[in-house]
């Protein structure tokens, strides 16, 4: 079974400029995260998508972050003017609809200069 | 009180022995409890995990311990080997509804295991 793939891998950018990840879950599995890890701290979740709709987006930073979940299947997040402190790893996770075990992707290293 | 505090940040055990890593929680509602291990340039996997209806959980060499009225739960890895060596995350959710709500994570423990 193929596991979670995220692209880029690494991004590196000009503050105020835009950046775009996208995720691709493992196939069928209906909830997709995504995560913010800065360096020596644990994931922080950002959005959680149960197939196409939003569940949580609480902790998403609106005024500059957005993401979406096309066909309830890939995702991309997107960060649009982007500032040094949003220098990190960001992780895509999936999970199946019934069991707790969330499956993270390898992350996209983004750092904002 | 959605805080999930981990220690210690960083831990280094000899070949063979155990590892003990301990995180606490203050929300008393959290009723699932993952231990996630974290390679370089790779995202978290599950390693263990728990629910407050029982005490300990084992699986090979690793052992979830679970205090629920200290709000403290702890992971031993016995016969630590090199390959162990990765960054440990421990994580706190509510379940409700027959499903996993959003994982709160501790910082990390970088736990290296000399040959």
């Known amino acids: 079974e193929a596991g979670v793939a995220q692209s880029p891998r690494y991004k590196i950018i000009e503050k105020r400029q835009s950046v775009a990840f996208w995720c691709n879950p493992i196939s069928g599995h209906a909830t997709l995260y995504w995560y913010q890890q800065i360096l020596g701290q644990g994931p922080k979740l950002l959005i959680q998508f149960q197939n196409n709709g939003v569940v949580d987006d609480s902790q998403l930073p609106k005024d500059r972050f957005s993401a979406e979940r096309l066909k309830g299947v890939d995702s991309t997040l997107k960060i649009q003017p982007a500032k040094l402190e949003d220098s990190a790893v960001y992780l895509c996770?999936?999970?199946?609809?019934?069991?707790?075990?969330?499956?993270f992707g390898p992350g996209t290293r983004l750092t904002v200069l | 009180q959605q805080q999930v505090k981990q220690s210690p940040q960083s831990l280094i055990v000899q070949k063979g022995g155990i590892s003990i890593i301990n995180c606490a929680y203050e929300n008393t509602a959290f009723d699932y409890f993952p231990w996630y291990q974290q390679f370089p340039g790779k995202g978290p996997a599950l390693l263990i995990a728990?629910?407050?209806?029982?005490s300990e959980k084992k699986e090979g060499r690793f052992t979830i311990s679970f205090n629920k009225s200290a709000k403290q739960f702890s992971l031993h890895i016995m016969d630590s080997q090199p390959g162990d060596s990765a960054t440990y995350f421990c994580?706190?959710?509510?379940?409700?509804?027959?499903?996993?709500?959003?994982?709160?994570f501790g910082k990390g423990t970088k736990l290296s295991v000399k040959p």
């Open positions: 728990i629910r407050p209806d029982v």
């Open positions: 994580a706190a959710s509510l379940y409700y509804g027959g499903s996993q709500g959003n994982l709160i």
């Open positions: 996770a999936s999970r199946p609809g019934g069991p707790d075990t969330q499956y």
